[in-house]
């Protein structure tokens, strides 16, 4: 006959969680808010809308974009989420993929803010 498995496996060790990368939030948190432009330090805001995430789901890091807690709010509250980004005029994907392909390096990743703030000005004077 087959060994039998065990029923005390020992030490439970945890899987890894390859969704949170908290360098990267670190990173989020040094930069200024991407819709209002408030002063570093903002929160860690994920996009939902066209990522991994999903019902109770929280996207993966590299999704993230920083915001203050007053714009954080307002993107999960109200009319939604896609609504907020819309009429912002900016595109929340794109914002976070160069923001996560910079980790680490806070004069780029104020770059990437910086170009979302010139987006912002240009769709309000549209």
């Known amino acids: 006959a087959p060994p039998r498995i065990p029923r005390s496996t020992g030490q439970h060790v945890r899987k890894p969680n390859d969704r949170v990368h908290p360098r990267h939030h670190e990173f989020v948190r040094t930069l200024p808010c991407c819709s209002c432009g408030r002063a570093a330090?903002?929160?860690?805001?994920?996009?939902?809308i066209g990522t991994d995430g999903?019902?109770?789901l929280k996207p993966n890091s590299k999704y993230s974009v920083p915001l203050c807690q007053?714009?954080?709010h307002r993107q999960?509250?109200?009319?939604?989420?896609v609504t907020?980004?819309?009429e912002l005029g900016v595109d929340p994907?794109?914002?976070?993929?160069?923001?996560?392909?910079?980790t680490g390096n806070p004069?780029?990743?104020?770059?990437?803010?910086?170009r979302c703030w010139q987006s912002i000005a240009l769709h309000r004077n549209l």
Not at 41 to 48: D, I
Not at 93 to 102: A, F, N, T
Not at 107 to 114: I, P, T
């Open 93 to 102: 994907l794109d914002l976070s993929l160069r923001l996560w392909s910079v």
């Open 84 to 86: 907020f980004w819309a």
């Open 76 to 81: 999960h509250t109200g009319p939604g989420e």
């Open 41 to 48: 330090p903002s929160e860690c805001a994920h996009v939902r």
């Open 107 to 114: 004069d780029l990743g104020l770059r990437a803010v910086e």
């Open 70 to 72: 007053v714009c954080h």
């Open 54 to 56: 999903g019902t109770g």
